[in-house]
Protein backbone atom coordinates (compact mmCIF):
# COMPACT_ATOMS: atom_id res chain seq x y z
CA UNK A 1 0.00 0.00 0.00
CA UNK A 2 2.71 2.50 0.76
CA UNK A 3 4.20 1.49 -2.21
CA UNK A 4 1.24 2.44 -4.04
CA UNK A 5 0.83 5.58 -2.11
CA UNK A 6 4.61 6.46 -3.50
CA UNK A 7 4.25 5.84 -7.10
CA UNK A 8 0.78 7.48 -7.29
CA UNK A 9 2.29 11.01 -5.97
CA UNK A 10 5.10 11.05 -8.85
CA UNK A 11 4.27 14.34 -10.48
CA UNK A 12 2.83 14.15 -14.21
CA UNK A 13 4.78 11.00 -14.77
CA UNK A 14 3.28 10.36 -18.42
CA UNK A 15 6.55 8.13 -19.49
CA UNK A 16 6.09 5.56 -16.41
CA UNK A 17 2.17 4.45 -16.43
CA UNK A 18 2.34 2.04 -13.59
CA UNK A 19 0.20 -1.33 -14.62
CA UNK A 20 -2.29 -1.14 -12.07
CA UNK A 21 -6.12 -1.06 -12.13
CA UNK A 22 -6.15 2.35 -9.91
CA UNK A 23 -4.96 4.27 -13.12
CA UNK A 24 -7.07 2.55 -15.36
CA UNK A 25 -10.15 3.56 -13.26
CA UNK A 26 -8.74 7.07 -12.98
CA UNK A 27 -8.97 6.68 -17.50
CA UNK A 28 -12.78 4.79 -16.66
CA UNK A 29 -14.06 8.13 -15.16
CA UNK A 30 -13.31 10.40 -17.98
CA UNK A 31 -14.08 7.87 -20.73
CA UNK A 32 -16.53 9.94 -22.84
CA UNK A 33 -19.07 6.83 -21.73
CA UNK A 34 -19.19 7.53 -18.07
CA UNK A 35 -22.44 9.13 -17.63
CA UNK A 36 -21.89 12.60 -16.47
CA UNK A 37 -23.59 14.64 -19.85
CA UNK A 38 -20.16 15.95 -20.75
CA UNK A 39 -21.74 16.11 -24.15
CA UNK A 40 -24.76 18.09 -23.24
CA UNK A 41 -22.78 21.23 -22.17
CA UNK A 42 -20.98 23.68 -24.60
CA UNK A 43 -19.67 26.19 -21.66
CA UNK A 44 -20.93 29.19 -23.90
CA UNK A 45 -19.76 27.68 -27.06
CA UNK A 46 -22.59 27.28 -28.59
CA UNK A 47 -23.25 30.86 -28.58
CA UNK A 48 -19.73 31.82 -30.71
CA UNK A 49 -20.88 28.48 -33.21
CA UNK A 50 -24.35 30.63 -33.26
CA UNK A 51 -22.42 34.06 -33.99
CA UNK A 52 -20.63 32.45 -36.62
CA UNK A 53 -17.45 33.11 -34.52
CA UNK A 54 -16.43 29.71 -34.52
CA UNK A 55 -16.28 28.34 -38.23
CA UNK A 56 -13.00 27.61 -38.84
CA UNK A 57 -10.22 24.80 -37.54
CA UNK A 58 -8.21 27.89 -36.53
CA UNK A 59 -11.10 29.45 -35.06
CA UNK A 60 -11.57 26.30 -32.51
CA UNK A 61 -8.17 25.91 -31.97
CA UNK A 62 -7.69 29.47 -30.72
CA UNK A 63 -11.37 28.94 -28.67
CA UNK A 64 -10.13 25.73 -26.99
CA UNK A 65 -7.23 27.42 -26.37
CA UNK A 66 -8.32 30.74 -24.45
CA UNK A 67 -10.90 28.03 -22.29
CA UNK A 68 -7.82 26.01 -21.53
CA UNK A 69 -5.67 28.78 -20.30
CA UNK A 70 -7.92 31.15 -18.38
CA UNK A 71 -11.33 29.54 -17.99
CA UNK A 72 -10.16 26.00 -17.02
CA UNK A 73 -6.48 26.68 -15.26
CA UNK A 74 -7.18 29.52 -13.07
CA UNK A 75 -11.07 27.87 -12.42
CA UNK A 76 -11.58 24.20 -11.67
CA UNK A 77 -8.56 22.86 -12.05
CA UNK A 78 -7.35 24.57 -9.00
CA UNK A 79 -10.92 23.46 -7.21
CA UNK A 80 -9.92 19.86 -8.17
CA UNK A 81 -6.32 20.42 -6.62
CA UNK A 82 -7.63 22.22 -3.54
CA UNK A 83 -10.41 19.93 -2.85
CA UNK A 84 -7.71 16.88 -3.31
CA UNK A 85 -5.55 18.31 -0.71
CA UNK A 86 -8.33 19.25 1.99
CA UNK A 87 -9.71 15.54 1.38
CA UNK A 88 -6.29 14.71 2.27
CA UNK A 89 -6.80 16.02 5.64
CA UNK A 90 -10.42 15.49 6.04
CA UNK A 91 -11.18 18.88 6.31
CA UNK A 92 -15.02 19.20 5.83
CA UNK A 93 -15.47 22.94 6.37
CA UNK A 94 -12.44 23.76 3.68
CA UNK A 95 -14.29 21.56 1.55
CA UNK A 96 -17.91 23.24 2.19
CA UNK A 97 -15.81 27.07 1.36
CA UNK A 98 -14.32 25.23 -1.94
CA UNK A 99 -17.52 24.37 -2.69
CA UNK A 100 -19.36 27.98 -2.33
CA UNK A 101 -16.11 29.72 -3.84
CA UNK A 102 -16.75 26.92 -6.60
CA UNK A 103 -20.32 28.65 -7.51
CA UNK A 104 -19.54 32.35 -6.39
CA UNK A 105 -16.29 32.07 -9.32
CA UNK A 106 -18.96 31.25 -12.42
CA UNK A 107 -20.91 34.22 -12.55
CA UNK A 108 -22.90 32.80 -15.71
CA UNK A 109 -25.90 31.35 -14.36
CA UNK A 110 -26.26 28.26 -16.92
CA UNK A 111 -22.50 27.78 -16.19
CA UNK A 112 -23.06 27.24 -12.12
CA UNK A 113 -25.82 25.02 -13.19
CA UNK A 114 -23.67 22.99 -15.26
CA UNK A 115 -21.48 22.37 -13.13
CA UNK A 116 -23.79 21.36 -9.86
CA UNK A 117 -25.53 18.90 -12.57
CA UNK A 118 -22.42 17.11 -13.95
CA UNK A 119 -21.50 17.16 -10.80
CA UNK A 120 -25.11 15.34 -9.35
CA UNK A 121 -24.52 13.09 -12.37
CA UNK A 122 -21.07 11.82 -11.30
CA UNK A 123 -22.41 11.19 -7.38
CA UNK A 124 -24.96 9.43 -9.11
CA UNK A 125 -22.44 6.70 -11.09
CA UNK A 126 -19.65 6.34 -8.46
CA UNK A 127 -21.61 5.98 -5.29
CA UNK A 128 -22.58 2.32 -6.03
CA UNK A 129 -19.27 1.71 -7.02
CA UNK A 130 -17.50 2.96 -3.53
CA UNK A 131 -18.03 2.72 0.05
CA UNK A 132 -16.68 5.78 1.47
CA UNK A 133 -17.63 7.57 4.34
CA UNK A 134 -16.76 10.83 3.35
CA UNK A 135 -18.39 10.89 0.21
CA UNK A 136 -21.59 9.83 2.03
CA UNK A 137 -20.79 12.58 4.42
CA UNK A 138 -20.38 14.92 0.97
CA UNK A 139 -24.19 13.30 -0.29
CA UNK A 140 -25.45 14.18 2.98
CA UNK A 141 -23.99 18.00 2.82
CA UNK A 142 -25.77 18.21 -1.03
CA UNK A 143 -29.22 16.76 0.56
CA UNK A 144 -29.11 19.36 2.85
CA UNK A 145 -28.54 22.36 1.42
CA UNK A 146 -25.15 22.44 2.96
CA UNK A 147 -22.99 22.04 -0.28
CA UNK A 148 -24.14 22.66 -4.11
CA UNK A 149 -22.63 19.97 -4.96
CA UNK A 150 -20.21 21.26 -8.01
CA UNK A 151 -18.42 19.12 -10.18
CA UNK A 152 -14.50 20.17 -9.34
CA UNK A 153 -14.80 19.36 -5.76
CA UNK A 154 -16.72 15.94 -5.86
CA UNK A 155 -14.21 14.77 -8.48
CA UNK A 156 -10.89 16.13 -6.49
CA UNK A 157 -12.29 14.23 -3.29
CA UNK A 158 -13.04 11.24 -5.43
CA UNK A 159 -10.08 11.24 -6.82
CA UNK A 160 -8.01 11.76 -3.67
CA UNK A 161 -9.79 9.14 -1.86
CA UNK A 162 -8.96 7.25 -4.26
CA UNK A 163 -5.30 7.54 -4.50
CA UNK A 164 -5.17 8.89 -7.88
CA UNK A 165 -1.87 11.02 -8.83
CA UNK A 166 -2.76 14.21 -8.46
CA UNK A 167 -1.13 15.73 -11.01
CA UNK A 168 -2.40 13.17 -13.77
CA UNK A 169 -5.84 13.71 -12.18
CA UNK A 170 -5.91 17.34 -13.14
CA UNK A 171 -4.15 16.54 -16.59
CA UNK A 172 -7.12 13.73 -17.58
CA UNK A 173 -9.55 16.85 -16.51
CA UNK A 174 -8.64 19.21 -18.88
CA UNK A 175 -7.98 16.75 -21.40
CA UNK A 176 -11.55 15.30 -21.20
CA UNK A 177 -12.82 18.68 -21.07
CA UNK A 178 -11.47 20.02 -24.20
CA UNK A 179 -12.21 16.87 -26.08
CA UNK A 180 -15.87 17.02 -25.20
CA UNK A 181 -15.94 21.15 -26.32
CA UNK A 182 -13.93 19.64 -29.85
CA UNK A 183 -16.73 16.45 -29.93
CA UNK A 184 -19.51 19.10 -29.25
CA UNK A 185 -17.98 21.76 -31.70
CA UNK A 186 -17.53 18.68 -34.97
CA UNK A 187 -21.38 18.22 -33.96
CA UNK A 188 -22.61 21.80 -33.54
CA UNK A 189 -20.32 23.56 -36.64
CA UNK A 190 -20.06 20.96 -37.91
CA UNK A 191 -16.89 20.13 -38.43
CA UNK A 192 -15.16 16.34 -40.03
CA UNK A 193 -13.96 13.85 -37.50
CA UNK A 194 -10.57 14.49 -38.71
CA UNK A 195 -10.25 17.97 -37.80
CA UNK A 196 -11.36 17.45 -34.54
CA UNK A 197 -9.09 14.77 -34.04
CA UNK A 198 -6.18 17.03 -35.57
CA UNK A 199 -7.55 20.08 -32.99
CA UNK A 200 -6.62 17.30 -30.00
CA UNK A 201 -3.33 16.43 -31.40
CA UNK A 202 -2.61 20.15 -31.71
CA UNK A 203 -3.62 20.65 -28.22
CA UNK A 204 -1.68 17.95 -26.16
CA UNK A 205 0.98 19.85 -25.16
CA UNK A 206 -0.77 23.18 -23.92
CA UNK A 207 -2.86 20.57 -21.89
CA UNK A 208 0.53 19.12 -20.03
CA UNK A 209 2.03 22.66 -19.68
CA UNK A 210 -1.30 23.92 -18.23
CA UNK A 211 -1.59 20.94 -16.17
CA UNK A 212 2.18 21.53 -15.17
CA UNK A 213 1.48 25.10 -14.56
CA UNK A 214 -1.25 24.68 -12.01
CA UNK A 215 0.40 22.76 -9.37
CA UNK A 216 2.13 26.29 -8.49
CA UNK A 217 -1.54 28.00 -8.32
CA UNK A 218 -3.60 28.27 -5.06
CA UNK A 219 -7.22 29.08 -4.40
CA UNK A 220 -5.60 32.81 -3.88
CA UNK A 221 -4.72 32.58 -8.07
CA UNK A 222 -8.50 32.43 -9.11
CA UNK A 223 -9.52 34.31 -11.81
CA UNK A 224 -11.72 34.28 -15.00
CA UNK A 225 -9.99 36.53 -17.63
CA UNK A 226 -12.25 34.79 -20.50
CA UNK A 227 -14.57 36.85 -20.23
CA UNK A 228 -16.18 37.28 -23.89
CA UNK A 229 -16.84 33.03 -23.15
CA UNK A 230 -17.96 34.11 -19.83
CA UNK A 231 -20.23 36.55 -21.90
CA UNK A 232 -21.23 34.22 -24.32
CA UNK A 233 -22.61 31.75 -21.22
CA UNK A 234 -24.53 34.61 -19.85
CA UNK A 235 -26.44 34.84 -23.20
CA UNK A 236 -26.59 31.32 -23.98
CA UNK A 237 -29.66 30.92 -21.83
CA UNK A 238 -31.59 33.49 -24.09
CA UNK A 239 -30.73 31.65 -27.34
CA UNK A 240 -33.67 31.25 -29.67
CA UNK A 241 -32.65 27.56 -30.37
CA UNK A 242 -30.36 25.57 -28.48
CA UNK A 243 -28.51 22.12 -28.84
CA UNK A 244 -26.67 22.29 -25.26
CA UNK A 245 -28.06 22.78 -21.95
CA UNK A 246 -25.04 25.39 -21.46
CA UNK B 1 -23.09 60.65 8.59
CA UNK B 2 -22.55 59.90 11.63
CA UNK B 3 -18.98 59.01 11.39
CA UNK B 4 -16.26 59.91 9.09
CA UNK B 5 -12.65 59.25 9.55
CA UNK B 6 -10.27 60.32 7.04
CA UNK B 7 -6.88 60.90 5.73
CA UNK B 8 -5.46 62.91 2.89
CA UNK B 9 -5.32 62.35 -0.05
CA UNK B 10 -8.56 60.80 0.65
CA UNK B 11 -11.94 62.78 1.29
CA UNK B 12 -15.44 62.15 1.70
CA UNK B 13 -17.62 64.81 1.50
CA UNK B 14 -20.59 65.65 3.83
CA UNK B 15 -24.35 64.24 3.05
CA UNK B 16 -25.75 66.24 1.08
CA UNK B 17 -29.58 66.17 0.16
CA UNK B 18 -30.48 67.12 -3.53
CA UNK B 19 -31.74 63.96 -4.76
CA UNK B 20 -35.25 62.22 -3.94
CA UNK B 21 -35.89 63.07 0.05
CA UNK B 22 -34.15 61.25 3.00
CA UNK B 23 -31.39 60.17 0.01
CA UNK B 24 -28.13 61.40 1.37
CA UNK B 25 -25.03 61.61 -1.39
CA UNK B 26 -21.44 61.56 -0.59
CA UNK B 27 -18.87 62.44 -2.48
CA UNK B 28 -15.50 60.64 -2.29
CA UNK B 29 -12.51 62.69 -3.43
CA UNK B 30 -8.81 61.89 -3.84
CA UNK B 31 -6.79 65.34 -3.50
CA UNK B 32 -3.25 63.44 -4.90
CA UNK B 33 -4.59 63.21 -8.47
CA UNK B 34 -3.69 59.93 -8.44
CA UNK B 35 -2.00 56.36 -7.28
CA UNK B 36 1.37 56.25 -7.60
CA UNK B 37 3.59 53.30 -7.02
CA UNK B 38 3.45 51.82 -3.95
CA UNK B 39 0.50 53.84 -2.68
CA UNK B 40 -2.54 52.82 -1.15
CA UNK B 41 -5.75 53.10 -0.57
CA UNK B 42 -8.65 52.17 1.69
CA UNK B 43 -12.28 52.73 2.43
CA UNK B 44 -14.61 51.51 4.58
CA UNK B 45 -18.37 52.39 4.29
CA UNK B 46 -21.29 51.01 6.50
CA UNK B 47 -24.43 51.49 5.56
CA UNK B 48 -26.89 51.79 8.55
CA UNK B 49 -30.34 49.70 8.96
CA UNK B 50 -33.01 51.50 6.65
CA UNK B 51 -30.48 54.48 5.49
CA UNK B 52 -30.19 55.54 1.52
CA UNK B 53 -27.10 56.25 0.28
CA UNK B 54 -25.24 57.23 -2.97
CA UNK B 55 -21.55 57.39 -3.41
CA UNK B 56 -19.64 59.26 -6.58
CA UNK B 57 -16.16 59.47 -6.97
CA UNK B 58 -15.32 62.74 -7.71
CA UNK B 59 -13.25 61.79 -10.41
CA UNK B 60 -11.50 58.66 -12.42
CA UNK B 61 -8.83 56.70 -10.44
CA UNK B 62 -5.32 57.15 -12.39
CA UNK B 63 -3.00 54.79 -11.92
CA UNK B 64 0.81 56.35 -12.39
CA UNK B 65 3.79 53.97 -13.79
CA UNK B 66 5.02 51.75 -11.49
CA UNK B 67 8.82 52.06 -12.15
CA UNK B 68 9.85 51.01 -9.30
CA UNK B 69 7.85 47.47 -9.48
CA UNK B 70 5.83 48.60 -6.51
CA UNK B 71 2.10 48.05 -6.87
CA UNK B 72 -0.82 50.28 -5.73
CA UNK B 73 -3.53 48.78 -3.68
CA UNK B 74 -6.73 49.57 -3.55
CA UNK B 75 -8.89 48.32 -1.05
CA UNK B 76 -13.19 48.40 -0.49
CA UNK B 77 -15.09 47.20 2.47
CA UNK B 78 -18.62 48.08 2.61
CA UNK B 79 -21.20 46.75 4.71
CA UNK B 80 -24.76 47.31 3.72
CA UNK B 81 -27.48 46.90 6.83
CA UNK B 82 -30.92 45.99 7.18
CA UNK B 83 -33.63 47.84 4.84
CA UNK B 84 -30.62 50.22 3.31
CA UNK B 85 -29.66 51.46 0.09
CA UNK B 86 -26.56 52.04 -1.29
CA UNK B 87 -26.02 52.89 -4.95
CA UNK B 88 -22.28 53.06 -6.38
CA UNK B 89 -22.01 55.37 -9.61
CA UNK B 90 -18.92 53.81 -11.14
CA UNK B 91 -15.93 56.34 -12.33
CA UNK B 92 -13.15 54.43 -14.57
CA UNK B 93 -10.15 53.36 -13.17
CA UNK B 94 -7.16 54.17 -15.57
CA UNK B 95 -3.98 52.27 -15.33
CA UNK B 96 -1.26 54.02 -17.05
CA UNK B 97 1.76 53.02 -18.86
CA UNK B 98 3.98 50.52 -16.91
CA UNK B 99 1.00 50.66 -14.17
CA UNK B 100 0.57 48.23 -11.55
CA UNK B 101 -2.37 47.87 -9.73
CA UNK B 102 -4.33 45.60 -6.96
CA UNK B 103 -7.93 46.16 -5.97
CA UNK B 104 -10.26 44.24 -3.68
CA UNK B 105 -13.86 44.92 -3.24
CA UNK B 106 -15.97 43.02 -0.75
CA UNK B 107 -19.04 43.79 -0.15
CA UNK B 108 -21.79 42.21 2.60
CA UNK B 109 -25.65 41.98 2.01
CA UNK B 110 -28.46 41.69 4.03
CA UNK B 111 -31.08 39.85 2.57
CA UNK B 112 -33.30 42.87 3.03
CA UNK B 113 -31.06 45.14 1.28
CA UNK B 114 -30.34 47.14 -2.13
CA UNK B 115 -27.30 47.57 -4.10
CA UNK B 116 -26.67 48.76 -7.25
CA UNK B 117 -23.05 48.89 -7.57
CA UNK B 118 -20.88 49.68 -10.76
CA UNK B 119 -16.88 49.60 -12.17
CA UNK B 120 -15.77 50.20 -15.31
CA UNK B 121 -11.73 49.64 -15.95
CA UNK B 122 -10.40 51.46 -19.15
CA UNK B 123 -7.38 49.93 -20.84
CA UNK B 124 -4.94 53.34 -20.16
CA UNK B 125 -5.30 56.37 -22.14
CA UNK B 126 -7.02 55.19 -24.52
CA UNK B 127 -7.39 58.50 -27.13
CA UNK B 128 -3.59 58.92 -26.65
CA UNK B 129 -2.60 55.59 -27.93
CA UNK B 130 -2.16 53.96 -24.51
CA UNK B 131 -3.99 50.66 -24.76
CA UNK B 132 -3.23 47.48 -22.79
CA UNK B 133 0.16 49.14 -21.68
CA UNK B 134 0.31 48.43 -18.36
CA UNK B 135 2.53 46.08 -16.44
CA UNK B 136 -0.53 44.19 -14.28
CA UNK B 137 -3.90 44.45 -13.42
CA UNK B 138 -5.41 41.95 -10.53
CA UNK B 139 -9.04 42.96 -9.19
CA UNK B 140 -11.71 40.76 -7.23
CA UNK B 141 -14.85 41.77 -6.16
CA UNK B 142 -16.78 39.96 -3.73
CA UNK B 143 -20.05 39.74 -2.84
CA UNK B 144 -21.88 38.13 0.27
CA UNK B 145 -25.47 37.63 1.52
CA UNK B 146 -26.05 36.86 5.03
CA UNK B 147 -22.13 35.58 5.22
CA UNK B 148 -23.17 33.20 2.33
CA UNK B 149 -20.50 34.17 -0.79
CA UNK B 150 -22.32 34.38 -3.94
CA UNK B 151 -20.55 36.36 -6.27
CA UNK B 152 -16.27 36.51 -7.19
CA UNK B 153 -15.44 38.40 -9.82
CA UNK B 154 -11.63 37.54 -10.35
CA UNK B 155 -9.60 39.67 -13.31
CA UNK B 156 -6.15 38.97 -14.01
CA UNK B 157 -4.63 41.09 -16.78
CA UNK B 158 -0.96 41.17 -17.34
CA UNK B 159 -1.14 42.36 -21.06
CA UNK B 160 2.53 41.28 -21.39
CA UNK B 161 1.50 37.57 -20.84
CA UNK B 162 -1.37 36.81 -22.28
CA UNK B 163 -3.07 38.06 -25.92
CA UNK B 164 -5.84 39.87 -24.72
CA UNK B 165 -7.02 40.06 -28.14
CA UNK B 166 -7.79 36.40 -28.44
CA UNK B 167 -10.83 34.56 -29.45
CA UNK B 168 -13.17 34.39 -26.37
CA UNK B 169 -10.75 37.26 -24.08
CA UNK B 170 -11.32 40.73 -24.46
CA UNK B 171 -11.33 40.03 -28.18
CA UNK B 172 -11.67 43.64 -29.57
CA UNK B 173 -13.07 45.40 -26.48
CA UNK B 174 -11.62 47.34 -24.53
CA UNK B 175 -13.58 48.89 -21.89
CA UNK B 176 -14.82 45.79 -18.99
CA UNK B 177 -17.64 47.38 -17.85
CA UNK B 178 -19.68 45.68 -14.82
CA UNK B 179 -23.03 46.08 -12.89
CA UNK B 180 -24.18 44.31 -9.62
CA UNK B 181 -27.41 44.53 -8.83
CA UNK B 182 -29.08 43.09 -5.20
CA UNK B 183 -32.57 43.59 -4.07
CA UNK B 184 -35.43 42.08 -2.69
CA UNK B 185 -37.39 42.51 -5.59
CA UNK B 186 -34.63 41.68 -7.56
CA UNK B 187 -36.98 38.53 -8.68
CA UNK B 188 -39.64 40.38 -10.17
CA UNK B 189 -37.34 41.68 -13.13
CA UNK B 190 -37.70 40.16 -16.13
CA UNK B 191 -33.91 39.57 -17.14
CA UNK B 192 -34.86 38.26 -20.63
CA UNK B 193 -36.32 40.90 -22.27
CA UNK B 194 -33.41 43.44 -20.51
CA UNK B 195 -31.12 41.24 -22.37
CA UNK B 196 -33.52 41.81 -25.30
CA UNK B 197 -33.58 45.55 -24.90
CA UNK B 198 -29.54 45.63 -25.12
CA UNK B 199 -29.06 43.02 -28.37
CA UNK B 200 -31.39 45.80 -29.87
CA UNK B 201 -29.77 49.14 -28.81
CA UNK B 202 -26.55 48.68 -28.17
CA UNK B 203 -23.11 48.32 -30.06
CA UNK B 204 -21.78 47.55 -27.13
CA UNK B 205 -21.28 43.49 -25.49
CA UNK B 206 -23.39 43.43 -22.89
CA UNK B 207 -24.86 39.99 -20.96
CA UNK B 208 -26.76 39.84 -17.96
CA UNK B 209 -27.31 37.04 -15.62
CA UNK B 210 -29.33 35.94 -12.27
CA UNK B 211 -26.38 35.35 -9.57
CA UNK B 212 -27.91 33.08 -6.34
CA UNK B 213 -30.46 34.58 -3.89
CA UNK B 214 -31.83 37.74 -5.09
CA UNK B 215 -28.59 39.52 -7.61
CA UNK B 216 -27.98 39.99 -10.53
CA UNK B 217 -25.03 40.59 -12.86
CA UNK B 218 -24.31 42.91 -15.93
CA UNK B 219 -21.63 42.57 -18.16
CA UNK B 220 -20.10 45.15 -20.59
CA UNK B 221 -17.23 44.76 -22.64
CA UNK B 222 -16.76 48.07 -25.31
CA UNK B 223 -14.72 49.15 -28.05
CA UNK B 224 -15.54 52.68 -26.81
CA UNK B 225 -15.69 54.47 -23.62
CA UNK B 226 -18.88 56.63 -24.51
CA UNK B 227 -20.81 53.91 -25.84
CA UNK B 228 -20.62 52.21 -22.41
Not at chain 1, 30 to 55: K, L
Not at chain 1, 182 to 204: D, K, M, S, W, Y
Not at chain 2, 32 to 42: E, F, L
Not at chain 2, 110 to 128: F, M, N, Q
Amino acid sequence: MKQLKNDSSNHLNTVDIHINSTFLHLLQIHDSAFPIGNYTHSYGMETFIQENRIHTKEHLLEFCKTFLKHNLAYGDAIFIQEAYKETEKRDMNALLSLDELCGAVKLAKESREASINVGKQFMRTILPLHEYPLLSDWQAHIKSGKAKGHYAIVFGIFCSLNNFDRDQAVMLHLYSTINGLIQNAVRAVPFGQNTGVQVLHELLECISEVANSVRGLTVQDISNNALHIELASMKHEYLFSRLFIS
Amino acid sequence: MPFVFQQPPLKASRALYDGPKDRATVYIMESSGGMVAGDRNDITITIGKDANVTMIQQSALKIYPSPNEKVCVQEIVVKVGEHARLEWMPEVIIPFREARFEMSTTIEMCSTSTLIWGEIIAPGREKRGEIFDFESFRSKLSLHMDGQLIALDSLSLKPGEMNLQAIGMLENAQYIGSIWVVSPNVQTLDVREIQQTFLNHSSVKVAITRLDRNAIHCRFLSEEQWEM
